[in-house]
């Protein structure tokens, strides 16, 4: 069975306060663990937004695979489709090749299709995508109809003229009634470009507005 799904949005003009970040090293990625409910997340108009849930018998329990430093919380989705999604604006476009890590644990339950898909979406700065990287689906055959996260990892470089990264997370629901595709521990790091000594004090800006974002996902029906 192909499944296919696709996400277009307007890049949105509103800017948050700026803070000092270190960029290189650290994860980007705001309350990628759920262990702060849904902040840092915004929902995107006409789908679901997915849910910080606490670990246990109704989602995934704390003897069942996952992260060891799981904490308390993890997402879970919500209806179809649950959508969120965060952007990081640099203040500056990118001009050479940093490399980038992109990783999370994703699931679901049992023998269930039900996943997660972790996305960057790589912008310039007229919010143009040029480039994107993705994490998941893990199906059921990839977790041998266990119900639990499994960590996946996708490693690159940083498109040149890069301004800003938007992180999208969605889970979609393919059977029963509810949506049990799970995430946690969303991390995306920047590694410094060889030769150059990294900035404490960079500044970042967080932007609470989604670009353009298009995104096809196929996977196979569990035989």
């Known amino acids: 069975m192909k499944c296919r799904f696709l996400v277009g949005a307007a890049l949105l003009a509103a800017v948050c306060n700026a803070q000092a970040a270190v960029v290189y090293g650290d994860n980007l990625v705001v309350n990628g663990d759920a262990e702060a409910g849904l902040d840092g997340w915004t929902g995107y108009a006409g789908y ?3 849910q910080s849930v606490n670990y246990g018998s109704n989602w995934v329990l704390p003897s069942q695979p ?9 997402f879970s989705g919500l209806g179809q489709y649950a959508v ?11 001009s050479q090749r940093t490399s980038y890590s992109l990783s999370g644990w994703l699931g679901g339950w049992a023998n269930q299709g039900d996943n997660a898909l ?4 790589f912008l310039d700065e007229f919010g143009n995508e040029v480039g994107s990287s993705a994490i998941g689906p ?47 521990n969303l991390s995306f790091i920047l590694q410094s470009p060889e030769g150059e000594v990294p900035e ?24």
Not at 118 to 121: A, M, N, S
Not at 210 to 223: C, D, F, M, Q, V
Request: net charge negative; aromatic share 14%.
């Open 84 to 94: 969120g999604y965060q952007t990081l604006d640099f203040g500056v476009t990118t």
């Open 48 to 50: 679901d937004m997915f």
């Open 66 to 74: 996952g992260p060891v430093d799981r904490g308390a919380r993890m």
């Open 118 to 121: 972790f996305y960057v979406q």
């Open 138 to 184: 893990v199906t059921p055959d990839d977790r041998d109809n266990q119900t639990g996260l499994f960590y996946r990892e996708s490693e690159g470089f940083i498109p040149a003229g890069t301004r800003s990264l938007s992180f999208w997370l969605s889970m979609e629901r393919l059977v029963s009634g509810d949506n049990d595709g799970y995430a946690d």
């Open 200 to 223: 404490p004090g960079m500044v970042s800006t967080f932007m609470l507005g989604a670009g353009i974002l298009g995104w096809t996902r196929r996977r196979k029906k569990a035989g």
